[in-house]
C-alpha cells in the first residue's frame, strides 16, 4: 500500500493501450469498501470508453479549440481568494505541470492549449466521471474524495496510472450528453486512466513537508 500512495501522481501522458473492464470493475468492487459518513455511497460513476469516449473527446476538444469558455461552474475549482501558503504551493506546482506540458507560462493561448490537452483526457482509454446527488452537503462531497482516491490507489496496485480532472466541469453539459446524467446530479470530476505512455516526462510535484501540515497532540 506504501507504494501505491509513493508512485501515484497524476500523469498526463497515456499510450493507448487498452484497459480490461475486468480491471475496472475489479478495482471498482473494491472501492466500495471506502469510507462513507452513513453508509450513504453518495457517488455515482460513469465509465466510458471507446467510441463514445472518442466522440466525448472530439466534442470537447472542439469547443476547447474554439475558445469556449465553458459552461457555468456548480462550484468554485478554488476559493475567490487565496493566501499564502496555499498560493506559493500553487503556484510552484503550476510552473511544473506547464514545464513538463512544454507550455510557456507566458504563452497567451496558454489557456486554450491546456484546456485542449485535458479534453483529450492526455490519451487515455478510459474516463471515470463522478457525480454526485444534488441534495448532498459537504460530508458527501468528502466521501467522494475519498471514494475516488481508492480508487487511484487500487489502480496504481493494478499496475495503471490516472489524473483526477476537475476541468471536466467546464464541459459538463458535453460529458451528461454522453454518459445521460440527469439534472439531479452534479458532476464533481473525470479521472483519466490508463498505461503511461513511455518515454513521456513524468511530473511529480513536490509536498509540503509534514511539519507544516501536521501537528502532534500529547505523547
Known sequence: MYEAVNSRRAVRAFSDEPVSKETLERVLAAATRA?????????QVYVVTGEPLAELKRRATARALAGDPG?????PMYPA???????????AAAAQRYAALGIDRDDPDRPMKIAALNSEAFGAPVVLFCYL????GPGQWGDAGMHLQTVMLLLR????HSCPQVMWTMYRRTVSQIVGADDGLVLFCGVSVG???EGAPQLRTARADMTETVRFIGG
Do not use: V
Open 81 to 91: 481568494e487565496l493566501t499564502s501558503p496555499y498560493t506559493d504551493r500553487f503556484a
Open 195 to 197: 498505461f503511461e505512455k
Open 71 to 75: 459552461d457555468e461552474r456548480e462550484y
Open 157 to 160: 496496485a493494478e499496475g495503471l
Open 35 to 43: 469510507p462513507s459518513s452513513g453508509n450513504l455511497q453518495p457517488w
Open 133 to 136: 446527488d444534488r441534495t448532498m
